[in-house]
């Protein structure tokens, strides 16, 4: 596609749900990144994958935390029991990957509500 | 530890000033620093990406200079315009180590009157 795109844009939740937030990200794009932001925080990072692997999920703030990215391009990151601390706005970004500008290229968040 | 921080937090100018947003980084081995907009409710738009080999990148009436060795990145807008009232936030991609983690500064918050 011509941007990232993520889905939904919104979600509102209750406390202890399951939620699944997805990432389509440009097309050719071998990195693909999660962060999280907070009102009047900058983002933080919670997950990077180059392909189809994990490079890096050091940033997951716990085992309720998850991400997939099976075939190397869409990536689906799961949160379960979900808790009202977990309320942020989740972006996406991805880029060309390693070896290149390094470039990232944002979408426009999913907001969770965690009620 | 590489910190970032932006100066000032917020700023508000008349349309039409020429302004600068400042960036200031303490860990001068970076591979590049990258300026990015952010709209209310909205995801992040980069600006423009400044690689640690080069000086500065020119986008429009957007400037942004990077000086390594004094830890800072500038960002100058020419011509204010109500339409650039937004958040601007800078983030730094360290030169060693793990490097895909970004380091964001808390990003300066400008309003553009008309």
């Known amino acids: 596609g011509a941007g990232v795109s993520q889905t939904p844009s919104n979600k509102v939740t209750e406390k202890g749900k399951y939620v699944e937030l997805r990432c389509d990200p440009i097309s050719g794009h071998t990195a693909l990144y999660w962060y999280r932001q907070s009102l009047g925080q900058g983002p933080e990072f919670l997950i990077y994958f180059q392909g189809t692997g994990a490079a890096d999920d050091s940033g997951l703030p716990n085992d309720r935390f998850f991400a997939v990215r099976p075939e190397g391009s869409v990536s689906t990151l799961k949160i379960q029991r979900t808790e009202r601390g977990d309320s942020a706005v989740y972006l996406c970004?991805?880029?060309?990957?390693?070896?290149?500008?390094?470039?990232?290229?944002f979408g426009e968040g999913s907001r969770l509500t965690v009620l | 530890k590489q910190e970032v921080t932006q100066i000032p937090a917020a700023l508000s100018v008349p349309e039409g000033e020429n302004l600068v947003l400042n960036c200031s980084f303490t860990?001068?081995?970076?591979?590049?620093l990258q300026w990015f907009r952010q709209d209310p409710g909205k995801g992040l738009t980069s600006l423009l990406l400044?690689?640690?080999s080069q000086r500065e990148q020119t986008s429009g009436r957007l400037n942004a200079s990077l000086d390594k060795s004094s830890g800072r990145s500038t960002l100058y807008i020419a011509a204010s315009q109500p339409g650039d009232s937004a958040t601007y936030l800078c983030?730094?991609?360290?030169?060693?180590?793990?490097?895909?983690?970004?380091?964001w500064g808390l990003g300066t918050s400008l309003a553009v009157n008309p």
């Open positions: 400044i690689q640690s």
């Open positions: 860990d001068s081995a970076i591979y590049n």
């Open positions: 970004a991805s880029s060309l990957g390693r070896g290149v500008t390094g470039e990232l290229f």
């Open positions: 983030a730094v991609r360290p030169g060693a180590g793990n490097n895909r983690k970004l380091i």
